[in-house]
């Protein structure tokens, strides 16, 4: 077993792994910009080193810095959590080559699943079902306006490096596929340096599901159930839940396998997530597989019962799966809402400041994964979420109404939250209804947004 883990990350999901590593006895080091001096991981870690100013190209996304205090603290591991180096292939390597575990998958393995257009070509051949497509990169407009074509429009145009949702336009007619492709590989080369794009039939208005996965080194594959995460805006997760409302059993257990056979066709190695979206008429399609711990992992862990960092500290130990397909029993509903530092009322735009008076909401199935404390600084450098709100109930409407009174105990001030948004959506009937797609926050915000009879539903 690991005995010394260098946590290559911050905020809440530092604390998460930092908790799995204490309760293991795997000592952690926790690396930290100065950004987050004083904050809660740099103290609940073993020890704390600051490795840069706060900008995360010279801290968080600084692999020499991260790699050399690894060495120097004799670390024997190193867990990236998730966003930063997590699906970074060199940083991967580089840990490999100096003799450190990696927490993740192997550096091919990664490689292969972030070229978005190469993972599409291996999960065909594997007889997962892809949303249809180009077989490859698109070179040029010229490219991508005949291969839209031939799909019949609308079309998405990706970018094969993508992640996060960047990189990805529509294009509604002929008339819009050169401006699509041009913003689609210019901001692909802007953020992933790869200006590589593809092209993908639209799914109107989908379910977005996905599969949590487990994989040991030994070809010992295992998946934990779906988690819906239709709820979006702007293609980012904004609450997600387990199960999904919205499949039967036939087409839980056929994307179970094909999750499964995903993790297989790549030589999958740790815990990782097959993503799929699914249309109005039973169909699914594969999207991508992501290569970390999630933030959303805490639903699943809350309807199996498996910790899903211990598994992987476990996995990257070089040990075997501690359960078969057979041994996961799924229990109840879970409900995760993503609490941001952020104002809905004014685009979404990111609310940084000091937090002055927090509580926290706590009782019978509640589960919160944050690093906010009264008095702590919400920097703008990095993403802006303050705490994960994850709720456990026989029922999803035991859930529903569980989500509900936390949000209703949950108090911060001094920075503006999206607490509204989530709270209200907890009463929207189309929710309640799992009628949803992932385009139903943008579409309905104002009706969302406005205040209604609270004893009116379930
Ligand atoms: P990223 O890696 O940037 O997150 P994804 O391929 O996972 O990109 O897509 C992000 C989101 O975009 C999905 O959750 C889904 O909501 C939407 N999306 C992606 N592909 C399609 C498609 N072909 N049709 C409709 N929506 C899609």
Redesign the pocket.
């Known amino acids: 077993m690991l005995k010394r883990v260098l946590v290559a990350n911050r905020g809440e999901i530092a604390v998460r792994i930092i908790r799995a590593c204490r309760e293991m006895n795997i000592e952690t080091v926790a690396v930290y910009s100065e950004a987050d001096r004083g904050a809660l991981f740099t103290t609940l870690a073993t020890r704390a080193v600051c490795i840069g100013p706060a900008r995360a190209e010279e801290s968080y996304l600084n692999a020499d810095a991260i790699l050399t205090s690894a060495l120097a603290a004799k670390c024997d591991g190193i867990h990236p959590g998730f966003g930063f180096l997590s699906e970074n292939a060199a940083f991967a390597a580089a840990a490999r080559e100096r003799g450190l575990a990696f927490v993740g998958p192997p550096p091919e393995v990664i490689t292969a699943l972030g070229d978005?257009s190469a993972a599409r070509r291996l999960m065909r051949k594997a007889g997962v079902p892809i949303?249809p497509?180009s077989d490859g990169i698109a070179e040029t407009a010229e490219d991508a306006r005949r291969e839209a074509a031939e799909l019949g429009y609308p079309?998405?145009v990706?970018?094969s490096a993508?992640?996060?949702?960047?990189?990805?336009r529509r294009a509604d007619s002929e008339r819009g596929i050169e401006t699509a492709f041009g913003e689609a590989s210019g901001e692909a080369l802007a953020c992933f340096g790869d200006g590589g794009v593809y092209i993908?039939?639209?799914?109107?208005n989908?379910r977005?599901i996905e599969f949590q996965i487990l994989a040991d080194s030994f070809g010992n594959i295992i998946h934990l159930g779906e988690r819906d995460?239709?709820l979006?805006r702007r293609?980012?997760?904004v609450l997600e839940e387990a199960p999904s409302p919205s499949l039967g059993k036939d087409m839980r257990f056929e994307l179970g396998e094909a999750a499964v056979r995903a993790a297989r066709a790549s030589g999958y190695v740790n815990a990782g997530t097959a993503?799929f979206?699914l249309d109005g008429e039973g169909n699914y399609?594969f999207?991508?597989m992501?290569t970390r711990i999630q933030v959303e992992h805490p639903v699943t862990e809350m309807i199996t019962g498996v910790d899903i960092v211990r598994e992987q500290l476990h996995i990257a130990s070089g040990l075997p799966l501690r359960c078969t397909q057979e041994d996961i029993k799924f229990s109840g509903h879970a409900i995760e809402c993503r609490v941001n530092a952020e104002s809905p009322e004014d685009g979404f735009l990111p609310c940084p400041g000091r937090i002055g008076f927090l509580h926290l909401p706590g009782g019978f199935g509640v589960r919160v994964d944050s690093a906010a404390y009264p008095g702590c600084e919400v920097t703008p450098y990095y993403d802006s979420m303050l705490a994960k709100v994850i709720v456990h109930g026989k029922t999803r409407n035991e859930a529903i109404l569980r989500m509900r009174r936390a949000l209703e105990e949950l108090l911060i001030t001094g920075v503006k939250t999206n607490l509204g948004l989530l709270y209200m959506l907890m009463f929207s009937t189309d929710y309640l209804a799992g009628k949803t797609d992932?385009?139903f926050i943008e579409r309905n915000l104002d009706a969302i947004l406005r205040p209604v009879e609270k004893d009116m539903m379930l």
Do not use: D, W
Request: proline letters at 3%.
């Open positions: 978005k949303v497509g079309v998405l990706k970018a993508g992640g996060g949702g960047r990189g990805i993908e039939k639209l799914i109107e989908p977005h995460c239709t979006q293609n980012q997760k993503e979206i399609y999207i991508e992501n992932t385009g």
